[in-house]
């Protein structure tokens, strides 16, 4: 499978709650990265226990796929019911159809507050 093509399927598994199906796409020692928590997910089980218990009433939408070599980057919405939106900009690393490493920057829409001393050059979204 194409470097792309395993992170799209990690987003469509990850969507269906096809929980055994994301674990096929990642390595047995995948070590994922969400520097704004500070947190380091080691291990595909941890991983997928992670998402795999994160509150229902979210959704995924794939906004982009990038990818160069074994680099992939993906850009996706994640709408849940009780918490907002969410965006996550993730920074995958794919090796043999799996990936082995990630860095994943989760924010909510409008979380960071826009500075008055710049709103003459922009735009609220």
Do not use: C
């Amino acid at each position: 499978m194409e470097t792309e093509a395993v992170v799209r399927a990690l987003w469509d598994r990850m969507q269906a709650r096809d929980w055994t199906g994301v674990g096929e796409l990642l390595a047995d020692d995948v070590v994922v990265e969400w520097p704004a928590s500070a947190e380091r997910i080691v291990g595909r089980d941890n991983y997928v226990k992670i998402n795999a218990e994160y509150p229902e009433g979210w959704s995924i939408r794939v906004l982009r796929v990038v990818a160069s070599g074994e680099t992939v980057v993906s850009e996706v919405e994640v709408p849940h019911e009780g918490m907002g939106v969410h965006r996550v900009a993730s920074f995958w690393t794919v090796r043999d159809g799996r990936i082995v490493e990630g860095r994943e920057y989760w924010t909510s829409l409008g979380a960071d507050p826009s500075p008055q001393w710049r709103a003459a050059w922009v735009q609220r979204m």
